[in-house]
Nanobody, 114 residues
């Protein structure tokens, strides 16, 4: 059974940082693309960052220069480093991995507020 589990969410002040982690089990992510999505209340889920199996990265314009996606294949893990956080970054963040099909994590809440 494939399972993705996120961690690292929480409450942070504007300008702060968080690092989200996602560990996969039941698959080997080496040749999977890894992605992070987020969904704010009342909004559609949106792509935040993608890192393909070759290591190329793509970011949403709203997070460029502030967020960094990475992966550690040896540990079957993916990460999202989030710096200079803004209140509009508040959302549930989901990891997602895909090759011939995709798999979602359960989500972790990130709240940016003073």
């Amino acid at each position: 059974q494939v399972r993705l589990v996120e961690s690292g969410g929480g409450l942070v002040q504007p300008g702060g940082s968080l690092r989200l982690s996602c560990v996969a089990s039941g698959i080997i992510i080496n040749d999977f693309d890894v992605l992070w999505y987020r969904q704010a209340p009342g909004k559609q889920r949106e792509l935040v960052a993608l890192m393909d199996s070759g290591g190329s990265r793509t970011y949403a314009d709203s997070v460029k220069g502030r967020f960094t996606i990475s992966r550690e294949n040896a540990k079957n893990m993916m990460y999202l480093q989030m710096n200079s956080l803004k209140p509009e970054d508040t959302a549930v963040y989901y990891c997602y991995t895909q090759r011939d099909r995709g798999y979602w994590g359960q989500g972790t809440q990130v709240t940016v507020s003073s």
